[in-house]
């Protein structure tokens, strides 16, 4: 019996020119470009799989994906071969071969994320495209305690857009952290995994919290109200990135 | 006696799409821009003094700059008004009314700036316009060692490439670090002045000492020797920045 190998990349893109993971019609996408270079070197047209979706203008320092191949081109050569092909926004940064039965979606454990906001006047000339912009000074030490409200496990219906179908709206969050640099705050969480757009519609949250327009200790009421239209709005997608993915 | 007021600007530019700062013939340039949004605002055709030159592709976070007017707007709302004319890649972050004399060029005391290298087998989707990229693992700590030979007061004609005609070679050097986090390498240095190319010669030689093609001890031979082929090369542009200027 043939076996195809299975090969897992490791991949860190800038999403700023793309219209998000997913392949579509008439948009320009991280996965078709992927495909179209693993086409290019190894002559089969494949598809791969990610460990999920990522929006138009969303980053990955870790982004991961898997896809079978008879490739000769060992695993560890792959990175190199790829990037030869690639736009300098998309590197594939590792190539391990997995077992057959790996699936980059559904064989993950969680996921690490990162959202950045920059906190001053004026809007900044490096961090733009990589960052939330909000001119007035928050207090982040309001936020650090809100933030608190989201580790363990909870449902999660009030910080998710609809247009997923999922089975479970329960995630379990591990670490939530806020930091601040200057002007840069950022914020990292890792949990078993995120509904569609909950990091972005957390942060939106925190956002008001730190503007003083809801308390800290909204967040565990708005937890419980599971209702949507009661929590922030959802941060904008520029200053969202996939840090890590976990197996 | 009218008297035109004379306003000082701190400005924050992403130099990747400008030929530098210093007006040009046929190219776009960061001082024919301010030069513009500034005649926009105030109706007047104004020549701005910089506190120096910044190549092609170098950028700044506190370029200073000084240009007389007969404006009413306030300097306190001079920023807002030429941010909303200037492109997103360079902003003005501060305006202060100075004295008639201050020149942004000759009343410099000193001068901060930064080099990134990013130190990894792929160059970074993030970085690549703000670092040089080195693959190989570069020795930081011989680095360290290296560059505290800077420091103090020398004849830097060793470290100085040619096209600027000046009195005199000797500089001083206040500070000089260099930090590693992650894959990425921080260089930073202040002093009283800095040659032409000065900073960018500084750390190719570095980079060479790093990679073990010249020991640490060889920056004293070199500032002695005064000889510019003696020492490495010039590191790219776009890993520089100028960070502030001292008045």
């Known amino acids: 019996v043939l076996k195809l190998k299975n090969f897992k990349l490791t991949i860190e893109y800038n999403g700023t020119n793309y219209h998000g993971w997913q392949r579509q019609h008439n948009s320009i996408t991280i996965q078709e470009i992927i495909e179209n270079a693993i086409e290019n070197i190894t002559g089969e ?7 999920g979706r990522t929006d138009k203008g969303v980053h990955a320092t870790g982004q991961a994906a898997n896809f079978y191949s008879n490739t000769k081109i060992s695993a560890a050569k792959i990175p190199h071969a790829l990037n030869s092909k690639l736009p300098k926004d998309i590197v594939v940064t590792d190539c391990q071969e997995v077992e057959q039965s790996f699936h980059a979606r559904y064989s993950a454990k969680g996921k690490e994320y990162s959202y950045q906001i920059y906190n001053n006047t004026f809007n900044s000339p490096f961090l733009r495209e990589f960052s939330w912009h909000i001119l007035h000074p928050l207090d982040v030490k309001t936020m650090e305690e ?6 363990g496990t909870h449902d999660f219906s009030a910080f998710k857009s609809s247009g997923s179908s999922i089975k479970t709206t329960v995630r379990t969050i591990y670490t939530f952290d806020i930091s601040k640099e200057k002007n840069l705050i950022r914020i990292t969480t890792s949990g078993n995994g995120y509904l569609y757009n909950m990091v972005r519609i957390m942060v939106g949250t925190l956002v008001e919290i730190g503007q003083g327009k809801m308390s800290s200790e909204n967040i565990k009421k708005l937890l419980l109200s599971k209702d949507r239209s009661l929590s922030g709005i959802t941060a904008p997608a520029q200053g969202l990135c996939l840090e890590k993915v976990f197996y």
Do not use: D, E, M
């Open 146 to 151: 809100a933030c608190k409200f989201f580790l």
């Open 45 to 51: 047209q494949v598809i791969i799989t990610g460990s």
